[in-house]
């Protein structure tokens, strides 16, 4: 390979059709690649609308807390794709944006892009305090799970209506209302523990005694062996209120994400405040002030959606955290169809339908009809078979 390629690039690879590319951090002189990359794989309805913006990517490239890699033909320097990596807090890191232009797909090409992202990340000094790797992968890429599992990442959670899908160019959050009329879908959600993680992360867990807040812990439990050793207290219901949590929306997915504890009182105004909103999504610490909030999660008819270690922070400590959602305007049942899951992704996603088929609410009146044209959810492993 030429010395320029040695210099240029941070890595490189082989596809399955032996074309060589190399992998290079990218520049504000690369956003009209990266725009037209996105363009060709979600023509204008990706979810976050700056990335057909120049001016707001270049914002996005140079931002400390993110790095962009940028995957290009070695012999004609051809964009054929990108990775981005964003730092959340202190201790988490996000990796899931990959894009691959359409005609590069299925040669490995992610898969490279991937690997090479994932080797920079760790190295960069920015990121040295970073504990565990979030990700979170569309139903119907499977191939995107496969890569996560080859980077020691775990499914936690499976939410429906995850993701929103339009043209948001003319959508203005500063309105005050969500975007919450384009095509929706579900996804899976990983987390890669890296470092001192498992050292850090708290081991004594307080749960509600029901059942399908137990069954998400021990799905996640079966999978991650470090949690053999967890000290778990299976609690009724304390009635002791505590409140301290933290709220933040994503006006263009129309998700509400609540962190931390809850009294009874704010949760019924924080339900009838975002009453149009596609998810609301609760994450409830497992500590042991946690057990009311628990049990007013369930009495509210949310869907414990997945379980995820170490993911709140408290003190010098990781916590874990039950991942609750409630679906205001109904779940759309065309989502699940086309769904192609790795074996280790359907327990969580088979945990999450057999809850939604139980319900006598809105949005399994809407799931309803699918119910009906499939295979009975309970037997995912059955009707979403690789």
Request: proline share 3%; glycine share 6%; charged share 25%.
């Amino acid at each position: 390979m030429a010395k320029e390629a040695l210099s240029r690039y941070i890595g490189t690879f082989q596809t399955k059709t032996k074309q060589e590319f190399g992998v290079r951090f990218v520049t504000k002189n690369d956003t009209k690649k990266i725009s037209d990359i996105m363009q060709d794989v979600y023509g204008y309805e990706y979810l976050y609308p700056k990335v057909y913006d120049e001016t707001k990517l270049q914002d996005s490239v140079t931002d400390k807390n993110q790095m962009w890699i940028l995957a290009e033909s070695i012999d004609q320097y051809e964009a054929a794709g990108f990775g981005v990596a964003e730092k959340k807090n202190d201790f988490s890191m996000y990796v899931g944006k990959l894009a691959i232009k359409n005609r590069f797909r299925h040669q490995g090409l992610a898969r490279g892009l991937g690997a090479n992202s994932f080797l920079a990340m760790l190295k960069n000094p920015e990121f040295h305090t970073i504990q565990r790797i979030d990700s979170d992968v569309r139903v119907n890429q499977y191939n995107s799970m496969l890569m996560a599992k080859t980077l020691g990442q775990f499914p936690y959670a499976f939410i429906p209506n995850f993701n929103c899908y339009g043209d948001k160019r003319n959508y203005h959050p500063e309105d005050g209302r969500p975007y919450c009329d384009g095509r929706l879908e579900a996804a899976v959600l990983y987390v890669g523990p890296i470092n001192q993680f498992w050292k850090v992360r708290e081991s004594k867990i307080h749960l509600l005694g029901n059942k399908h807040i137990l069954d998400a812990y021990q799905i996640v439990k079966n999978t991650a062996r470090r949690m053999k050793k967890d000290e778990v207290s299976i609690l009724e219901n304390s009635d002791l209120e505590v409140e301290n949590c933290h709220i933040a929306k994503d006006y263009y997915k129309g998700i509400v994400i609540i962190e931390g504890l809850l009294k009874e009182s704010t949760l019924d105004n924080i339900l009838d405040e975002f009453h149009e909103w596609n998810v609301v999504e609760w994450r409830i610490p497992t500590t042991i002030d946690s057990v009311n909030s628990q049990h007013l999660a369930i009495e509210n008819q949310f869907i414990v959606s997945g379980y995820d270690p170490g993911s709140h922070k408290e003190h010098d400590s990781l916590q874990d955290t039950l991942v609750m959602c409630k679906f205001p305007r109904g779940i759309d049942k065309s989502q699940f169809r086309g769904m192609r899951l790795i074996d280790s992704a359907k327990p969580i996603t088979n945990c999450v339908f057999d809850q939604l088929s139980k319900k006598k609410s809105r949005q399994v009146a809407v799931i309803s009809s699918f119910q009906e044209k499939s295979p009975r959810i309970g037997t995912l492993n059955k009707c979403l078979r690789s």
